[in-house]
């Protein structure tokens, strides 16, 4: 499909031009592989978006906006990393707008490690934006920003296979940030994200994919990149060694459940954590500072994080947002 036959396609879709028959007959016709065009992930994404709820901020406050989000269904079972790295990047200065539901492939989403902690999931999309204002941090439960895809969910989950909504989600952010730093489970759609972002009007963006097919930078093995940057895509790939993080297994970032998870933000913030467990956190911080502006390179965005960490920024941030919200 075109761009322009995509998005007619899809609008027929949010706009409940399509009974449940017609629906899921489209959802088959849009399934996820190699042959998935640049094309139809940059239209698909701009009609969901289209039809969000948009949080409510200055454009000023837009443009400084970054998420740090993974698509999920990589099936290995971390901890929640994205989000600990959108706390931690929050802490080193960082406007983050942070888009995410609950789990649907493992045990904890970004949703219930929040909740977990004590952030309010029920704040009004006014009072999310305040967060945001007051804080430089908000989370936005992806099901409050939504709503057509209420109508749309119930069909979805009647296909076993991958469909294009698998990869939408972190592409829909309804803060409209221009900024981000996504994660995906197949290095195949690495650069064809990053080239939807630049056709959807991002600014600086790094997709991620690492060779064991998580939706992060990995400690574990290398992870393929590609990078919007002065409206360029550049394809690299991220060695962790090369930073000096020592190589661990993938065992070693093994999560469990919200509270399990919530333990392990916790510990990295105190500097109880493995050397694992921090060490995935410093560099995916690292990359979304670079992705930010906020640093030159991953070395330097190494350094800002450990130092946010050891001096009690990450900490007090949490705090921070977790009393706020339950005032709002």
Known sequence: MTYEEAKKSFSS???GDMNDSQMREFLLSVKLDEYTSVE??????????????????SDELRLKAIDVVGTGG???????????????????????????????????????????????????IENSAKLLEETGFTF?????????????????????????????GPL??????HKSLLGVFDKAFVPKMAEALKLNGATSTMVVSSAEGMDEISISDITYASQLRDGIVHEFIIDPQEYGINKMPIQTIIGGDANQNA??????????????????????????????????????????????????????????????????
């Not at 992806?142 to 979805?156: K, L, T």
Request: with cysteine; hydrophobic share 45%; proline share 3%.
């Open 13 to 15: 879709l949010f706009e």
């Open 40 to 57: 139809s992930i940059a239209a698909a994404a701009e009609v969901m978006r289209s039809h969000a709820i948009a949080l409510p901020i």
């Open 74 to 124: 990589d099936k290995i079972g971390s901890f929640n990393i994205s989000s600990t790295v959108a706390l931690l990047v929050a802490a080193c200065g960082s406007v983050v707008a942070k888009h995410g539901s609950r789990s649907i492939t493992s045990k904890s989403g970004s949703a219930d490690m929040f909740e977990e902690l004590g952030v309010r999931l029920d704040l009004s």
């Open 140 to 168: 936005m439960f992806a099901q409050n920003y939504h709503p057509a895809m209420r109508f749309i969910v119930p069909v979805r989950k009647t296909i076993p296979d991958k469909t294009i909504f698998n990869i939408l």
């Open 172 to 177: 829909t952010n309804p803060a409209g940030v």
């Open 263 to 328: 333990q392990i933000l916790y510990d990295i913030f105190d500097g109880n954590s493995t050397d694992a467990q921090r060490d995935i956190v410093l560099i995916n911080a690292a990359a979304a500072l670079m992705v930010d502006g906020m640093v030159r390179d991953i070395q330097d965005g190494l350094a800002i994080a450990k130092e946010a960490i050891r001096k009690g920024k990450a900490k007090e941030k949490l705090k921070q947002i977790i009393n706020i919200s339950n005032k709002l």
